[in-house]
């Protein structure tokens, strides 16, 4: 079971070409009931030629793999990429996900007038950090040399920091009791964005939360939350 719960916390990328040529493809071979949560990002191969990638996880990557076992395509081999970026898949229709909500109770429903912020390619947008990316001289390396980061003290709900391996990780307090102190940085464009997602890798998400700086107003914002399928 617990096997089944990283697979399906993992993200891949296959290349769409052969008898995998398209989304529809993918999802039948995959066995899948909708095309609605794939998404498909446009890549140049290495002979500098447009390709299509579609997005899918563990799971059913192995389902595919058997797929093609029984339904030989000659001469063809999938390509298969894992990606260990951070995802983010911010739902546009809900305030899936957002850290220590369960968005799928009634009182969590998005009302007929609501838009779920921060939109997924929405920039600037606020992130909180707990951990080294609070450290400016960390964003420095990953960003660029001259970056100045301009943090504010703030803080969270909905989380609480735990021990994984030896670092402190951010996981959802359902009970939304727990505050988790640390910094916000409004990131600025989605080239920083996928910096950051490569540095926290494929164990953390990003999801939604809401970041309280002061006196102001909370900020809709976004943060690194650990995928708890990857503790042991």
């Known amino acids: 079971m617990k096997e089944k719960r990283r697979l399906r916390a993992s993200t891949f990328l296959v290349k769409l070409e052969g008898p995998l040529h398209s989304v529809q493809t993918v999802i039948q071979a995959a066995y899948k009931s909708s095309a609605d949560s794939t998404q498909v990002l446009a890549a140049t191969d290495l002979s500098g030629q447009p390709s299509s990638l579609s997005k899918i996880n563990g799971i059913d990557k192995l389902v595919i793999e058997r797929w093609l076992r029984e339904n030989p395509y000659p001469g063809f081999t999938p390509i298969f990429i894992r990606d260990l970026n951070a995802p983010k898949d911010l739902s546009s229709t809900s305030f899936h996900p957002t850290l220590g909500l369960d968005t799928t109770l009634p009182q969590y429903r998005l009302g007929s007038d609501e838009i779920p912020r921060p939109a997924q390619k929405e920039y600037p947008a606020w992130y909180f950090f707990y951990g ?101």
């Open 132 to 232: 080294t990316l609070a450290d400016s001289s960390v964003l420095a390396k990953l960003l660029s040399s001259d970056f100045q980061a301009e943090y504010y003290a703030a803080k969270i709900r909905g989380g609480a920091l735990k021990t994984w391996v030896r670092y402190n990780v951010l996981v959802d307090d359902p009970s939304r009791t727990n505050l988790v102190h640390g910094k916000a940085l409004l990131v600025q464009t989605r080239e920083e964005e996928e910096r950051l997602r490569a540095y926290e890798t494929h164990v953390y998400e990003v999801v939604r939360c809401s970041i309280e700086m002061g006196s102001e107003e909370p900020a809709n914002g976004l943060t690194f939350r650990f995928i708890t399928d990857m503790m042991d």
